[in-house]
């Protein structure tokens, strides 16, 4: 139980375009989800914070206009890096959870920009 | 002070040995705590979660708790090449947060054979 699966799994696109990561709850409700960001060798960030059918609460320097949180369902959410730059190139984690404290984590996406 | 501060490492332990991983925090009102294992380049997984002081065990693994310390363990006994690591401490952030999670640094762990 409580998995959580990711795509894609790796992206490479150029410097401008915008990419949308999808991450989804497959055999429980996530009434939550989260977003984070991983560079290498550092501890995962938290970007931002999303409940179903409300807006996402963004953490401090994540810009929102940015980086564009979805949570349509119970069971997806979608997270658009929008005019992508190299330094938006990372690894993204998404996680989830359903109404008890425990995070799932999806398997992560890694973004190339170009 | 980190919020969530744990022991620097890298850690190294010869096959079968215990390894023991410490983790501590500053939000005295978190409730929930959790313990991450992630391989290189992948996602990380979780192993064990406790939310009362004691000790809770999941066949090698077992948590240890301590609020009135803020400390937080996790043991792993007959430790195996497998379980080399990186291990993130997490730690519920207390408050109406919608179960958000504040992660340590995380220790790297090599179990050599």
């Known amino acids: 139980g409580a998995v959580v699966s990711q795509h894609p799994s790796w992206v490479i696109c150029k410097s401008g375009t915008s990419v949308k990561i999808e991450c989804r709850s497959l055999?429980?409700?996530?009434?939550?989800m989260f977003w984070y960001r991983q560079f290498p060798k550092q501890s995962l960030m938290l970007m931002a914070t999303s409940n179903e059918g409300s807006k996402a609460t963004y953490e401090q320097g994540v810009e929102k206009d940015k980086f564009l949180i979805n949570h349509a369902s119970l069971t997806l959410s979608t997270l658009t890096v929008t005019s992508a730059h190299p330094e938006d190139s990372s690894f993204y984690i998404c996680?989830?959870?359903?109404?008890?404290?425990?995070?799932?984590f999806g398997p992560g996406t890694r973004l190339t920009v170009t | 002070q980190k919020e969530v501060e744990q022991n620097s490492g890298p850690l190294s332990v010869p096959e079968g040995a215990i390894a023991s991983l410490n983790c501590t925090y500053s939000?005295?009102?978190?409730?929930?705590f959790f313990w991450y294992r992630q391989y290189s380049g992948k996602s990380p997984e979780l192993i064990m979660f406790?939310?009362?002081?004691g000790d809770k065990e999941d066949g090698r693994f077992t948590a240890q708790l301590n609020k009135a310390s803020q400390y937080v363990s996790l043991l792993i006994r007959d430790s195996q090449p497998s379980d080399s690591a990186t291990y993130l401490c997490?730690?519920?952030?207390?408050?109406?947060?919608?179960?958000?999670?504040?992660f340590g640094q995380g220790t790297i762990l090599t179990v050599h054979p």
């Open positions: 996680s989830a959870s359903g109404g008890k404290a425990e995070q799932y």
């Open positions: 997490a730690v519920e952030v207390g408050g109406t947060s919608y179960g958000k999670l504040t």
């Open positions: 406790i939310y009362s002081n």
């Open positions: 939000d005295r009102g978190s409730q929930s």
């Open positions: 055999d429980f409700q996530a009434t939550t």
